[in-house]
C-alpha cells in the first residue's frame, strides 16, 4: 500500500518547469520546488528584467534568492528512480495523453491522463490511477474492462441507454436486449459476439481478395512505371533521330541550293567569257568604221576637184571587214526560268509536307502508355463527362437559347442577335463554345419531330448549303425523328436502329477516331451507332433544329 501511495502522489515529485521527475531538487522562499538546472535557467532569462518569481505562485524577490539543495526530495527520487523498469512503465502509463490519444473521463485540470482501460458497464475511461478501484473493489472487479477506446457513446442505445450488445440480422444494426422485445421483436438476432466472429471470417476472404488486388495493382503500377520509362526512353531516341533525319534534309536542301547557285555563276561565268571577245572586236570595229566616216566626211568638203576625183576611188571602194557576225540579243530574262523552277520545288516540296504532317502527327498522337478499357455501362460513359455550353454567336436567329445557354428552342419569331460572320444564316444550327479533344460525354434531352446532334470543325460554312451538318467532310451528324435514327456524313447516310428514347448519349474518343451514339433510358445505354474516322482537328459539338417548338437540351450530369 506504501508503493500505491507513492504511486497516487507521483505528480508531487514532478517539476513544473519540465514535467518530468525532479532532478537535483532546490525549494524556493515560497515553498516550491524545481529542479535546479531549471530554475536556473528561467531566472538567466529574466536577468534583464531585474525580477524573480516563481513559475507557480508568482511571488517576486527583489534579490536573486540563493537556492539550496532540497534533500529530502532528492532522497525521495532517487528511491522513485531505484524501482527501475516499474518506474520507466508507471511513468509510461501515467503520461499525459498526446494528440488523439483516449484522456481519462475522471481526470480534471489541464494535464488530462491517458486512458489504459474503458469499462463497458461504467461506458467510462479511466487512466492507471482512476482505475485502481476496478482492480480492488470486488463490485467493480465483475465489470467488462477492454483497451482505451473512443466514442463510447455510440456503443450505448440512444433509445434505452443501454449497452448495444445485440446485432439485428433483419435490419443489420448494432440494437440492445429491450430493443429485441420492442421494435425488433420477431427479428433474427444473435449476440454481438456471435455475428462478429462470423463476419470475422468473410473479412478474412475480403482482406485475402484485397491484398490480391494490392499484389496485382502493384504488379501493373510496376508495369505502368516501366512503360513510363520505356516512353521516356522511345521519346528521347526518337527526338535524336529526328534532329538527325531534319538536319540531314536540311543539309542536303543546302547542298542543292550551294549547287545551284554554283551552276548558275558557272553559266554566268561562261557566258561573260564568251561575249568579252566579242565585245573587244565591236570596240575595235566600231573604231575603225569612225575612222572611215571622219576621213569621208573630211573628203567631202575638200575644194580641190582634182584631190577629191583621185583619192575618192581609194576612200569609197575600200571597205571596212568584220570577223564579227551578227549579234541578236535575246529578251532580258536570263535566268528567270531557273527561279520558276526552283519555286515550282518548293511549292511541291510545301505541298508534300503538308500531306504528310497529318499523317506524322496522327502517328504521335497513337502513341499511348496504356489504352483505357471502351467504356460499357453508363456509369463507365459518366467518367468522361464534360459540361457544354451553346454559343450564342453561332445561333440562327430562329433560335432561342436558355437555361444557361445549355437548352435550344425554335420559335416562330427571330431573335434579335447581333451580326457576327460566325452565325448560320442557312440552317437552324448552333455549335457550342468548348472544343472538344481527348474522351468526352454528353448526353442531348430532345423533343420534337426532327433534331440532329452533330459535331464539327469549326471552320464549316455559315451560309451557304455545305453548311448544314452532315452534308460536307467537317461535320458528322446523328439524326433523331419520330420515325428513327439515321447517321449522315459528307451527303452519305446510314440507318441506325435501337431502342428509342428522348435522350440521346454521345462519346468522343479524339485520339481513337471513334464517335459513338447511345439511346439512355434511366441508367441504361444501348449503342445506336458508332463510326470510324481520323480526327485532325478539335471538335465542336452543334445541334439542328427543324419543326417550330423543338428543343434540344445539352443536360448536368455533375
Known sequence: MAQQGVVLDYDQFCCSICLDLLKDPVTLPCGHSYCSSCIKGCWDQDEQKGVYSCPQCRQSFTLRPALKRNNMLAEV??????????????????????????????????????????????????????????????????????????????????????????FCRTDQQCICYQCVMENHKGHDTVSVKDEREKKQDKLVLSQQEVQQRVQQREKELKELQQSVESLMRSGQAAEKDIERIFTELIHSIERRRSEVKDLIRAQQGAAVNQTEGMLERLEQEIAELRRRDAELEKLSHTKDNIHFLQNYQSLSSTSVSSDVPSISVPPLQYFKHVTEVVSELRDKLEELIQREWSKISTTVSSVDVFLPPEPKTRADLLTYSYQLTLDPNTAHTDLSLSEENRKVTRLKQQQPYSVCPERFTRYLQVLCREALSGRCYWEVEWRGDFVNIAVSYKDISRADKNSYFGNNKKSWVFQCSSDGYTFRHNRVETAASGPRSSRVGVYLDHKAGTLSFYSVVSDTVTLLHRVQTTFTRTLYPGIYMYDHGASAEIMKLW
Open 77 to 166: 527520487v532517487e528511491k522513485l528512480k531505484e524501482t527501475g523498469g516499474a518506474q520507466a512503465a508507471f511513468s509510461e502509463l501515467t503520461s499525459p495523453a498526446g494528440p488523439g490519444e483516449v484522456t481519462c473521463d475522471l481526470c480534471t485540470g489541464p494535464r488530462k491522463q491517458r486512458a489504459l482501460k474503458s469499462c463497458l458497464v461504467c461506458m467510462v475511461s479511466y487512466c492507471q490511477t482512476h482505475i485502481q478501484p476496478h482492480y480492488q473493489v470486488p463490485v467493480l472487479k465483475k465489470h467488462k474492462l477492454v483497451e482505451a477506446m473512443s466514442g463510447l457513446q455510440e456503443m450505448i442505445c440512444s433509445s434505452h441507454d443501454k449497452l448495444l450488445d445485440v
